[in-house]
């Protein structure tokens, strides 16, 4: 994800699991004049919340005033900005592929590469379903572009802390060394 301004921003947020919520935070984002280059929501770990991952780009000012901003409303209960924390960050998306009986195994080849997985199977067309960080689903995207890509869908960056830093929780007593999936996005 390219920066503008020179920074790229993950915040996430806590908040009430009721309808209009995302409604309220998007209203907020688009009043201020902010821009959100991903957005993901999903249910959390605890019941009647859902946790939210923005990615935003600007500076220390933009985030200080997200931040503020967000815990005005008042189904947010918790925003944390975890872009200087080490994080494991992923993003899925969904390709949709042309895919002629000549091709078909070239098209396997390259999903295999990138330990990416067929979820359907057409006539004439493939859905290839990959998880990683966002330079990952670009490059196999900008691999299978010659095929021919009729549809793509992809989630946005979800991300979470490493270990226990967002937790609150009391670190081991012995660290361990942070290791990476090989697709995982360590951020320092």
Do not use: C
Not at 26 to 36: A, E
Not at 83 to 101: D, F, G, M, N, T
Request: glycine content about 6%; hydrophobic content about 45%; aromatic content about 4%.
């Amino acid at each position: 994800m390219a920066a503008v301004n020179g920074h790229v921003h993950t915040i996430t947020a806590l908040v009430e699991d009721r309808p209009g919520v995302l409604t309220r935070v998007s209203g907020l984002f688009r009043r201020r004049g902010f821009n959100i280059s991903s957005l993901a929501v999903g249910a959390s770990e605890q019941p009647n919340l859902s946790r939210m991952t923005f990615v935003v780009h600007g500076d220390e000012w933009v985030v200080e005033q997200v931040t503020k901003q967000l815990y005005k409303l008042v189904d947010v209960v918790r925003v944390n900005d975890i872009s200087h924390e080490q994080v494991v960050a992923r993003e899925l998306a969904l390709i949709k592929v042309k895919a002629s009986a000549d091709t078909r195994s070239e098209i396997i080849q390259i999903v295999d590469i990138f330990r990416a997985g067929i979820v359907d199977v057409a006539a004439d067309t493939v859905i290839v379903e990959v998880t990683g960080d966002e330079e990952k689903v670009d490059a196999i995207m900008k691999l299978l572009k010659p095929f021919g890509i009729r549809e793509v869908m992809r989630t946005g960056r979800i991300a979470m802390a490493r270990g226990a830093a967002a937790t609150g929780a009391k670190p081991a007593s012995a660290p361990v060394a942070a290791q990476s999936a090989p697709d995982t996005e360590v951020v320092p």
